[in-house]
């Protein structure tokens, strides 16, 4: 499985973090629900400061998350992770 390069992660309000997966020369553009982040923090998180800090913490798994998405077909710009994919 190649991995996945994550840049410019940008808070969505409260809904969730986006942010640009290059993979194999190609750019992707996603979005992580609040929920998936809350699900993986075990915390409710109740500022986007607080979904960045969850991101950041968890970057890794969104980025194999990512990758798995990617190989089953995701589509769509962006393609959006939702909290079923990172448990």
């Given at each position: 499985m190649a991995g996945l390069s994550i840049s410019n992660p940008v808070a969505q309000?409260?809904?969730g973090v986006a942010f640009t997966g290059e993979?194999?020369?190609?750019t992707h553009s996603f979005v992580v629900s609040r929920e998936a982040l809350e699900d993986v923090a075990y915390e409710i998180l109740e500022t986007p400061e607080a979904l960045?800090?969850?991101?950041?913490?968890?970057?890794?798994?969104?980025?194999?998350e990512a990758v798995r998405a990617l190989d089953a077909g995701a589509a769509g710009s962006p393609a959006i992770m939702l909290a079923s994919l990172l448990s």
């Open positions: 309000g409260l809904d993979r194999d020369g190609v960045l800090a969850a991101f950041g913490q968890h970057q890794q798994g969104v980025a194999d």
